[in-house]
């Protein structure tokens, strides 16, 4: 896939997708998320997406809405939900680096990443409800999930920015960096060379919303002893010497 509006490198073994849209706010489309779907599909690294020094992402093209119907309303929400629920799900740590704003579908995006690292000066919010509209890509249940069903309520219904900080304290934000970027960085080479397998079930059984989320660990449990990862991390530890996962 040729990218028109992402930028994506490699930085010291981790995948660094910028999002890099003709506006500095990074308004997000859906080709925009089919793009960094894609880019996160071809990763075999720790992941880090991020906007500009501007913002991360100011929210969805507001210019895709004019003139939507209910069932094109829906596709363009299922869409959405599509590259999000990838995010969420795969096997890979992913990584929002954030930087002053992430609102709307934009901050959705950062809620499906596993963590988020933004600068205390950062406007994050679900704010489609001053559109008369409402989020469309999951931002209410992940938001709900972190923090809590009241001040999610209270966030989402009225719209409200918070600042990087308050979004710390409602366990929204994981951390606070003046370089939210770098701090990124920091995190994500703590996964290079990980056992991408182990890892990726350790992240679906923290995400799992099963009814027997026990079984589920102790299915996954037996399943990590079919890799090569599993083998070499403790022949590595019998054998006293540093295993080398190859994410097999």
Known sequence: MEYKNILV?????VSVIRISRENKLNPLNVETLKEIKD???????????????KAFSAGAD?????????ETAYHFATEGHDVMDYIAGCD??????????????????????DFRIANR????GLTEVTLGILPGWGGTQRLKEMAGTG????????????SGEEALSLGIVDFLADDPFEEAMKLARNYTGSPLKAVGMIKSLIRSRASNPYEDEKEAFGKVFETDDAREGVSAFLEK?????RGR
Do not use: H, W
């Open 241 to 245: 010497r540093k295993p080398v996962f």
């Open 9 to 13: 490198e490699e930085r010291d073994g």
């Open 121 to 124: 000066e950062a406007k994050l």
């Open 151 to 162: 001040k999610a309520l209270l966030l989402t219904s009225q719209g409200k920015m918070i």
């Open 39 to 53: 880019a996160v599909s071809r990763s075999d690294s720790p992941v880090i997406i991020t906007g500009s020094e």
């Open 92 to 113: 890979r740590i992913v990584i929002a680096a954030v930087r002053n704003y992430a609102l709307g579908g934009g901050f959705e995006l950062a809620l499906a990443c």
């Open 62 to 70: 507001i210019r895709n809405f004019s003139g939507l119907k209910p």
